[in-house]
T-cell receptor, first 112, second 114 residues
Framework: AQKITQTQPGMFVQEKEAVTLDCTYDTSDPSYGLFWYKQPSSGEMIFLIYQGSYDQQNATEGRYSLNFQKARKSANLVISASQLGDSAMYFCAIDTGNQFYFGTGTSLTVIP | KAGVTQTPRYLIKTRGQQVTLSCSPISGHRSVSWYQQTPGQGLQFLFEYFSETQRNKGNFPGRFSGRQFSNSRSEMNVSTLELGDSALYLC?????????????FGPGTRLTVT
């Protein structure tokens, strides 16, 4: 069963603007972790941000923030003040304790 | 602290051969997971090892196997290679792999099967 859905295969954003990457998930487990990873063309997966299912506050890490709406089962990533180096694939993932499930990813291109 | 390392970085093999990939996790991390990434299938979970035991397994045939050593280093083996096994194989380590600790990925091994 598909656990993570990323509906935006490709996104474009102007440099210095903010962008939201969508992620919805499906789980019946009450306890889970949500993660966002960035994968540049080099191939390495870079951890960006984590949100626990019981966390009351939305997670933030520098220019990254997570818009967590538990009832809607969505965990959108917001990147503020986009930079050219943000151009990459972005993956949303969920860990219910058994394994990580990754979405199909969103390709973000930052335009100068 | 050193990151996750994977060797080799690139590999070319022929159909029918077997291959072994290696992963050294971040010091102190006990959980190692393996993923296969292809353009068509995306990131797919292969298996996870914790304290030398396979704790979780994805939906891959028995040709894919792995093991973990006492120092947490892990190896993945693919026997009787097929063309469809061409992929980027990523290894990730985490403290415990329980769902509250992020995974840290290595640079991957790009396997090409001809």
């Amino acid at each position: 069963a598909q656990k993570i859905t990323q509906t935006q295969p490709g996104m474009f954003v102007q440099e210095k603007e903010a962008v939201t990457l969508d992620c919805t998930y499906d789980t019946s487990d009450p306890s889970y972790g949500l993660f966002w990873y960035k994968q540049p063309s080099s191939g390495e997966m870079i951890f960006l941000i984590y949100q626990g299912s019981y966390d009351q506050q939305n997670a933030t890490e520098g220019r990254y923030s997570l818009n967590f709406q538990k009832a809607r089962k969505s965990a959108n990533l917001v990147i503020s003040a986009s930079q050219l180096g943000d151009s990459a694939m972005y993956f949303c993932a969920i860990d219910t304790g058994n394994q990580f499930y990754f979405g199909t990813g969103t390709s973000l291109t930052v335009i100068p | 602290k050193a990151g996750v390392t994977q060797t080799p970085r690139y590999l070319i093999k022929t159909r029918g051969q077997q291959v072994t990939l290696s992963c050294s996790p971040i010091s102190g991390h006990r959980s190692v997971s393996w993923y296969q990434q292809t353009p068509g299938q995306g990131l797919q979970f292969l298996f996870e090892y914790f304290s030398e035991t396979q704790r979780n397994k994805g939906n891959f045939p028995g040709r894919f196997s792995g093991r973990q050593f006492s120092n947490s280093r892990s190896e993945m083996n693919v026997s009787t290679l097929e063309l469809g096994d061409s992929a980027l194989y990523l290894c990730a380590s985490s403290l415990t792999g329980t769902g509250i600790y992020e995974q840290y990925f290595g640079p991957g091994t790009r396997l090409t099967v001809t």
